[in-house]
C-alpha cells in the first residue's frame, strides 16, 4: 500500500492509471476507521482493480464551535486497516494543499442542503457546501469508476448522488447499508467520544428508529414517529431533528404515497452529536438499510 502526500501526487498516479484498462474504487473518508469503513473498502476491493482511500479530515464542512480540532485521529492504525482490507493507494493530503492561498470555488447543491442536518438549527448548509466541495475535488482527483458512501449518513449520499449527475461525474455512486454495533449504534468515529454512561443511553437512537417502524407497520407513519420521539425523549435524549422524508428529494413525507420514506434522527447524547437513519418500506414490512 502506498500513502500519497500531496495533490502532485495524486495527479501523477491519475495519469499513469488512465492509460491502463483498470477499474479504480475510491472510499472517502476522515479516518479514525471502524467497520462501517470497512465494509466500503471490502466492497470497494471486490468490484475495482485499484482501491483508493482518502484520508482527510476536511475543515470546511466544520461549523465554528464543531470538533474539528478534537476530531479522533490515528493515522498509523488507520494505515494498518486500510492495507489489511487490501487497499492500494491513501491519498492522505495536508489542508494547506487541498485548500491553497487563494482558493475561492465552492460547489453548492441548493435544496437538498438546507434541512435535517443542513438546517440553521443543525450544522447548517455551510456543512454540505463543504462535504460537495471536497467529494467534488476528490472526484477530480482520483476520477474512480466507483465511489463507495455510507447510507449512516443518508442525506450525504442523496447530496452527492444529485452533485454527481447535475456536474456529469463519470464515477457511479454507490451507497452502502450502515454497519452497527451489536446491540445496534452505528459505527462512528464520534463514538469514540461517549463516557460508558452515554455509550449506554446511545442505544436508544436505533432502539427507537426500530420503534419507529413497529408502529409504522401498525399504524402509519404520524403514530411511528410519536412512538420513535417518546421512546428518545424517555431515554432524556431530545433529538435536533426526527423527521420522514422522501430518501431522494428529501421533501417530507406523509406516508401517502406508498414510496419508501426515510426516517432520520440527529441527536446530542452528552455533548457528542449521533446521526442514525431508517428506511420505511411501505410494501416490505420489517425491512432496515
Ligand atoms: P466519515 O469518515 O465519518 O466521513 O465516513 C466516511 C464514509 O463512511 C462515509 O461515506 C460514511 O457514510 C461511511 N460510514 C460512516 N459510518 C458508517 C457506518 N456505520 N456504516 C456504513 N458506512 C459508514
Redesign the pocket.
Known sequence: MKVLRTAAEMRALRDELRGQPLTVGL??????L????D??LAAARAECDVVVMSLFVNPTQFRPGEDLSTYPRDEERDFAIAEATGVDYVYAPQPDDVYPSGFATKVEVEGLTEVLCGSETSRGPGHFRGVTTIVAKLLNAVDPDFA??????AQ??TVIRRMAEDLEFRAKIVV?????EPDGL????RNAYLSPQARERATAIWASLQETEAVFAEAGLEPALEAGRRHLELAGITPEYFEARYPGTLDPADGRSGDPILVAVAAKVDGTRLIDNILLEPEHEGSTP
Open positions: 472510499v472517502p473518508t476522515m479516518g479514525y471502524h467497520q462501517g469503513h465494509s466500503l463507495y458512501f455510507g447510507q449512516k449518513d450525504q449520499a452502502l447499508p450502515t454497519v452497527r452505528a459505527m462512528s468515529s
